[in-house]
């Protein structure tokens, strides 16, 4: 299974800009999407962005598009998610995940997760 590190959460002022960044271990037959989730306290985890390892393919949940971009790196095996013009909505502990299905906003299509990254937007 991979293993799957979060880094770069942290505090900021609505309307600013954070960057998380995922590494994977390495690149495994489980791991043809990279995703990111979220989750706020007291909700279900929600699905972010996703992005395929093969051919950079991108998808977005409604809530987020035009806001956040999500890339990778072939050569490090980092998975990133710029989020600019951020809002207190967006506050939540951020999910790097690995899974099978591209498309698939369902968490469970994601079989490995990493231990999240806080990112709290100030009002």
């Known amino acids: 299974q991979v293993q799957l590190v979060e880094s770069g959460g942290g505090l900021v002022q609505a309307g600013g800009s954070l960057r998380l960044s995922c590494a994977a271990s390495?690149?495994?037959?489980?791991?043809?999407?990279m995703g990111w989730f979220r989750q706020a306290p007291g909700q279900a985890r929600e699905f972010v962005a996703a992005?395929?390892?093969?051919?950079?393919?991108?998808y977005y949940a409604d809530s987020i598009k035009g806001r956040f971009t999500i890339s990778r790196d072939d050569a490090k095996n980092t998975v990133d998610l710029q989020m600019n013009s951020l809002k207190p909505d967006d506050t939540a502990v951020y999910y790097c995940?690995?899974?099978?299905?591209?498309?698939?906003?369902?968490?469970?299509?994601?079989?490995?997760w990493g231990q999240g990254t806080q990112v709290t937007v100030s009002s």
């Open positions: 995940a690995a899974g099978l299905n591209y498309g698939s906003h369902w968490r469970g299509d994601f079989g490995s």
């Open positions: 992005i395929s390892w093969s051919n950079g393919n991108t």
């Open positions: 390495r690149r495994t037959s489980s791991t043809i999407v």
